[in-house]
């Protein structure tokens, strides 16, 4: 099987709005996450995480925070990228 990587990206504003949700949303947000992941079964190599404050390499070896909007990943393992876009 291939293994597909799922990128997650959501304007700053989103990730804002996100730091003010309430627990019980957040607990509601995590049970579509553990919905999603139960029928994907073991086709979810790796849930993944959040990602946040990321930073982009400068072509003379320095840094800047990253303005790409890349909030997170999963790892996914299917046959073909169409089976793996059923996933989603």
Do not use: R
Request: one cysteine or more.
């Amino acid at each position: 099987m291939k293994k597909f990587i799922v990128i997650y990206h959501a304007p700053v504003t989103a990730m804002q709005q996100m730091a003010d949700v309430s627990q019980e949303d957040q607990a509601k947000g995590m049970e579509a996450w553990m919905t999603w992941a139960q029928k994907c079964g073991d086709k979810l190599v790796d849930m993944g995480n959040p990602l946040a404050n990321g930073l982009q390499l400068t072509p003379g070896g320095g840094s800047k925070t990253s303005d790409k909007g890349v909030t997170g990943y999963s790892i996914l393992q299917a046959e073909s990228l169409d089976e793996a876009k059923k996933l989603l």
